[in-house]
C-alpha cells in the first residue's frame, strides 16, 4: 500500500483499533504524516444514502446532536454568506443551512442520505446528490464540514468542487485532526478504539491538509486554523474513566470560557487539537 498523498510505502501501523471493523489497520505515512486506513475501497455511497451515518437518529435529534456545531460554523462565514450563492457539501441534517438560508441569497445542499429528504423539502432547501447535477452554475462559498476524511479520492472531487466556485470564491473545509492531544500526547487507549472508524478513511492534520490542497488546481490556501470542539472536561473523563461525554457530566464546573479558550490555545500551539479548519480561494 502506498501513500495517497506522497506516494511512499514507507508507513506504520498506529495504536488503536477501527471501532467497527477489526480487519482494518490504521497506519500513518513515515514521510508526510497522512493517517489512513489499511483499506480505502471497504465502502460505497449506498451506504451513505441508506443513512449509516445516523444511525437510529430522526431528524430532529440528529440536529440536536450538531446544534453547537452548526452555530459555530453559521458564526465563522456568516459575514462571508451574506446575499452570497453556497453550497454545503456533505450537509447531514442541514443545520448549518437552516441558518445560512437566513443570510444567504441561495443555498445548496449536496447530501446522499435519502431519510433527509423530505425534511430539506419542507424547509425549502435545495437537495442534490452530487455535485454533477448542479449544472452551468457558479457559487460564492462551499463549505465542507467533516465530509473530506469519508471521500476515498478527495483530489478528484475537491477539482469538482472548485470547478463550481466562482473567481474569488471561498472554500470551506472542517476535519477532525489525526493529531488529537487524546491521541498523540495522551495516548488514551479507549479513546484510540474509540475514534477510528470504518468510514473515516483518511485522518488529515494541518500539514497533510496543505499537502492535499497543492494538488488541487486553481485553489490557494488562506489560513489553516485548529480548533478545539471539546473542552478539558472531556480530556479528563477519558482519562479517568475510559469513556466519552465528559463535558455533558462534569462541563458544568469545570469548562470556564476561559479555560476553554486557553486550553484550546495552548492544543492549537502544539498543534492537537481535535479538529482543523482550512479556508481557501479560487484564484
Ligand atoms: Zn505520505
Known sequence: MTCYLCGSSDYKVRDGKVRDNDTLDVLECNNCGLVFLSNLGHIDESYYEDSSMSEGLDVKEWLNETCVDDERRFEFVKEMIIN??????????????????????????????????EHYKQ???????????????????????HVLEHLSEPIEILKLLVFKLKKGGKLIVEVPNSEDAL????????????????????????????LLFKKV?????????????????????????????????????????????????????????????AQLIKR
Open 84 to 117: 452570497k450563492d453556497i453550497i454545503d457539501f456533505g450537509s447531514g441534517a442541514g443545520g448549518f443551512l437552516l441558518k445560512a438560508k437566513e443570510v444567504a441569497k441561495s443555498v445548496t445542499a449536496i447530501e446522499l442520505d435519502n431519510k433527509i429528504a
Open 123 to 145: 424547509n425549502n432547501i435545495l437537495r442534490v446528490t452530487e455535485i454533477n447535477s448542479l449544472e452551468n452554475e457558479r457559487y460564492d462559498v462551499i463549505t465542507a464540514f
Open 183 to 210: 491521541l498523540t500526547i495522551y495516548k488514551n487507549e479507549a479513546f484510540s478504539n474509540f475514534t477510528y472508524w470504518s468510514p473515516h478513511l483518511f485522518f488529515y492534520n494541518s500539514k497533510t491538509l496543505q
Open 217 to 277: 488546481d486553481g485553489v490557494e490556501m488562506e489560513f489553516v486554523k485548529h480548533i478545539q470542539r471539546y473542552p478539558l472536561s472531556n480530556h479528563l473523563h477519558w482519562l479517568s474513566n475510559n469513556k466519552p461525554g465528559g463535558h455533558q457530566k462534569w462541563g458544568s464546573f469545570i469548562d470556564s470560557p476561559e479555560l476553554k479558550k486557553a486550553y484550546e490555545a495552548q492544543l492549537s500551539s502544539i498543534g492537537a487539537t481535535d479538529t482543523v479548519v
